[in-house]
């Protein structure tokens, strides 16, 4: 698959009110995904909940950048050139264990392996998938930890 379609509701992303941002507490999720197009979908997706979100095109550059320690979730493609989501999950995760990953893929077979070896479905979106979803479970994996 070279591309995935994010649904959203109706109309587009809902712009965020002073309430729901301030509900939402502008998070700090990093977004890396390989394919730039997919990458700013879902950078817009964010910033239109309110959130403050940062693109990586790769897994190397979020490990490397000064706001690593600031980042509330990390948002990644499992399948990128270089380092693959699930590589940067391990290094990300020996640096902030506390610290929620989220993995995306276009590889129906890789996500049902994941949850069936234990991985919570709730932490890997298959494409396309839901927008609204996916900032609900941003939102739910920051307040858990």
């Known amino acids: 698959m070279t591309g995935a379609e994010i649904q959203v509701p109706a109309g587009g992303p809902r712009p965020a009110t002073r309430a729901s941002s301030a509900k939402r507490h502008g998070l700090r999720p990093a977004l890396v995904v390989g394919v ?8 817009e997706l964010l910033e239109s909940a309110g959130h403050r979100a940062r693109l990586h095109p790769g897994g190397a550059g979020l490990l490397s950048s000064p706001d690593f320690d ?4 990390v948002v990644a493609d499992i399948c990128m050139p270089g380092m693959d989501g699930r590589r940067l999950e391990v290094l990300a995760g020996a640096r902030r264990p506390d610290l929620p990953v989220i993995l995306v893929t276009g590889d129906h077979d890789l996500a049902d392996r994941l949850v069936a070896e234990g991985r919570p479905s709730g932490l890997v979106f298959r494409k396309p998938f839901d927008g609204q979803a996916l900032l609900t479970a941003i939102e739910t994996e920051v307040r858990r930890r």
């Open 36 to 43: 730039a197009d997919i990458l700013a979908a879902l950078g």
């Open 70 to 73: 600031r980042f509330d979730c």
